[in-house]
């Protein structure tokens, strides 16, 4: 995907109202203008822009995550383009600057769009053995049917890359959206599989060396919007059962779904998908977790976990990616999620869905646990505790009610809140309370499915300056929205409705990196 449209700055407006956009001050007017933003324990982009997450991989001992970044988004205005800077992980929560891989306008061909980085072990490419290839989109003329794949490569351990020449290695056939491809290697059949998306439909393709592709086929979904950044991976569920699984990303708003990840579970032959259902399911149900890749779990020692992968994606939405106060507070625009955790689950149904789960590793960054244990609500209550950042992790039961859940980031007054929980057979997360990006009013509020029967629920909510993630019931449901709660808003509060309940080992959690 490009890297941004136009430019736009946030302002805070009357009490409980949402984001107004304003034209652009001078850049020297952005120093001090308000407090710190920025994220206490999410990955933010250094300065300036960034967008999608372009798929970690496992190098020497560490992840390398790359993701597209915009150097001149303060002055370049809409045509400034991105390059892919390039961030190191050892445990997926505290990531080190490697300052920019792949640069933009090194060729005629301008900008470097999405894409995806391989090792490859074998040097099938002809650039060694191990080297990193990275296969990514460029535009060379934008709107005249030029998005295309081209070639960069890396003999330094992806540290720096180098273009193939300025040709493509899969051209353009002539159709208008024909980007981000997603590369994997196929060792069944010694060959590397692309997935690229092409308007409704993900096409496949393959390849002995990385520079010359075949088309053997693809998989249409129309409904959910122009198909995004795919995904295609293998993975063993709790049952032990091997799936395939097709990921997008794609806008349902339209038909009342998320704009998030869609994906599908069933079969892949190296050529064509199978799905198991016709209709996606989604990996988030909130409203700003876009652009978002999977990839390997491997340990310290590089084995691969199987029933695992780690998932990451971008805490923005096309509807509003220039609005946040992080532009005039710290200079910057890119915020990503939490890494996560997923794992693919049998239902008792017989279906399998994926679920998720924050990072283990973030457990190792707690500063601060307050545990508040088993809290009897009915109505409203107030908890004793302030914070900006922080998790809050709860069970909440009850014989009859309609609703319940927490007020997170209350202002003093009660009057801003988020509001995160179940209500009648849905859970939900609610802004729109609160100061966030969405100016039309019309993306408040997210919801997912739930049976109130169980009369119970599980959340685990990771609240920071400018996000929520919500996971319901070890994580078969998430919701992540942009929030852009005022300072002074640190409030914590409890609420039922219609009925009372009890409120389970409350632990909440502070993290400092």
Sequence with gaps: MPGMSRRALFAGTAVGATATLLPAPPAAARAAACARYRAAYHFTVPDQWKNDPQRPVWIDGEYHYYYLYNPDYFTGGTTAGTAWRLATST???RFRDRGIAVPKDTTPNGDVWSGCAVVDTDGTAGFGRG??????TMEPVEGAHTQ???LYYST???RTFTHHGTDPVLPNP????FRDPKVIRDEERGRWVMALAENNKVGFYHSADLRSWTYVGGFVKDGIGVLECPDLFRIRADDGTVKWVLGVSANGKGSGLPHTYAYWTGAFDGTTFTPDAPEPQWLDHGWDWYGAVTFEKRDRGGRLDEG????IGWLNNWDYPNTTPTIDSDGFNGTDSIVREVTLQRAASGTYHLASRPVAALDSYVSRTVNLGDLEVDGTRLLDYRGLSYEVSCEITWEMLTGAGLQLRRSPDGVRHIDAGVYGDYA????RTTVNPDASGRWQESKSPFDPSARGVRLRILVDRTSVEMFVDDGRYVHSSEVFPYLIDDRLALFTIG???VFRNTVIREFTL
């Design 156 to 158: 330094d351990g992806g």
């Design 308 to 311: 695992t992968r780690y998932a």
């Design 428 to 431: 939900f997360l609610n802004r």
């Design 131 to 136: 080297a990193v290839v990275v296969l990514a």
């Design 91 to 93: 445990d997926l929560v």
């Design 174 to 177: 002539g159709v208008r959206d």
């Design 148 to 150: 295309a794949q081209y």
């Design 499 to 501: 009925g009372r309940a």
